[in-house]
Nanobody
Framework: QVLLVESGGGLVQPGGSLRLSCKAS????????MGWFRQAPGKEREFVSA????????HYADFVKGRFTISKDHAKNTLYLQMNNLKPEDTAVYSC?????????????????WGQGTQVTVSS
């Protein structure tokens, strides 16, 4: 049983920063890929970033390149998303996801394991 629990969301002004965390439990995540997705009201869930747990290979959606950084802490079994220079259009529920496999997966339907999500609101 894989359990993913996100935290760190909140209300931030445009240009501000937040760091999201995703605590993973239930198994060792060696060989897994972990990803962040987001869903804004009335919109489809979209890929934000992903990282291969073993080799650290990363991938970002174009709209977050240079602003967001994905990272992981093996000792804590935790995935992070550092979000800088936030914009109102970044407002969404952010969810972490996991899939067995070392490739980078960018489609939400490929991920079998999901957290409950954390709300990020960017507003002045």
């Amino acid at each position: 049983q894989v359990l993913l629990v996100e935290s760190g969301g909140g209300l931030v002004q445009p240009g501000g920063s937040l760091r999201l965390s995703c605590k993973a439990s239930g198994r060792t995540f060696s060989g897994y890929t972990m990803g962040w997705f987001r869903q804004a009201p009335g919109k489809e869930r979209e890929f934000v970033s992903a990282v291969s747990w073993n080799d650290g290979m990363t991938h970002y959606a174009d709209f977050v390149k240079g602003r967001f950084t994905i990272s992981k802490d093996h000792a804590k079994n935790t995935l992070y998303l550092q979000m800088n220079n936030l914009k109102p259009e970044d407002t969404a529920v952010y969810s972490c996801a996991a899939i067995s496999g070392g490739s980078i997966y960018t489609t939400a339907t490929e991920y079998p394991y999901w957290g409950q999500g954390t709300q990020v609101t960017v507003s002045s």
